[in-house]
């Protein structure tokens, strides 16, 4: 899914690659003046729902390779209904990922 990051209230479009109740793992495109801060603020709304959310987010983690910039972010707040709403989805996306799983893997050793 694809995020707004506001650093120093400059919006950057960003992909995230991994999403936790904790935080998200996400990379965007390099750009010639690329602006860091250890606090941002995020902006994104989860597959499936149509309520944006609002964070308050800290950069743990930053590298720069030749095309992308690889951002490492936990939350440090937000709204109690959008903590709610991040953990459920991020626990029926594991039980749906454990039950494939599980499928595939009964399937292989049928097989």
Do not use: C
Not at 48 to 55: C, K, L, Q, R
Not at 74 to 94: N, P, S
């Amino acid at each position: 899914m694809f995020f707004t990051q506001y650093i120093r209230e400059r919006p950057f479009r960003v992909l995230a690659v991994n999403v936790s109740e904790n935080g998200i793992a996400a990379r965007r495109l390099v750009e010639p003046l690329t602006t860091h801060a250890r606090v941002v603020g995020i902006e994104f709304e989860l597959p499936g729902t149509s309520e944006v959310i609002w964070a308050k987010a800290e950069t743990q983690f930053e590298a720069i390779d030749r095309d992308f910039h690889h951002l490492g972010i936990r939350f440090l707040a937000m709204a109690g209904r959008h903590e709610r709403l991040l953990r459920d989805y991020v626990r029926e996306r594991q039980l749906r990922a454990s039950a494939w799983w599980r499928h595939h893997v009964r399937v292989a050793f049928a097989s």
